[in-house]
């Protein structure tokens, strides 16, 4: 299904004056919301019961894609709606938090608050992942791809699915203690 889904959506972003299947925000709402398919969060995370929030902290880089997106889906029999957040204290009902690149200087304390509340962390800032962020995008052969930081999703007692893990560019791992 996700393997279907990124061929639909990681396909070449035209450059200007050619027809293109989708836009870059298109592209990456789309990977908001099917990367919320495949990560399993902990029962106790305190987030609504009643609904899948996905969340945008910083400058809004999607205006009414992302609502268009995610209008009349669900995850696990969860209605998901999309919230621009103003401050990260409103971040605590979010499953999935969108980190602008506005937000960048602030970058440690978003993570730590985010870690802290079992949130998913996607962004795409230039090395999120190597930060301590758990999914960065990046633009590789005209493409929006993925990496993931393995050891930050688990820090957040998140489960990533293999099938995630796979389709990423490249996976993140915590080091084994004496090698």
Known sequence: MFLVFLLLFSSSVASPGQSSGATDVQVVAAYLYNFGKFVTFPANRG???DSFQICIFGKDPF????DATV???SINGRKITARRIPNMQQAQ???ILFISTSEENRLPAILAAAQQWR???VSEIKHFSERGGIIELLRQQ???RFEVNLTAAQDSHLLLSSELLKVATR?????????
Do not use: H, N, P
């Open 47 to 49: 987030a609504s019961s």
């Open 119 to 121: 949130i998913l962390t």
């Open 71 to 73: 209008q009349g889906e």
């Open 93 to 95: 009902a979010c499953s």
């Open 142 to 144: 005209d493409r929006i």
């Open 63 to 66: 205006g009414d894609v992302l």
């Open 171 to 179: 996976v993140l791992r915590k080091e084994a203690k004496g090698s």
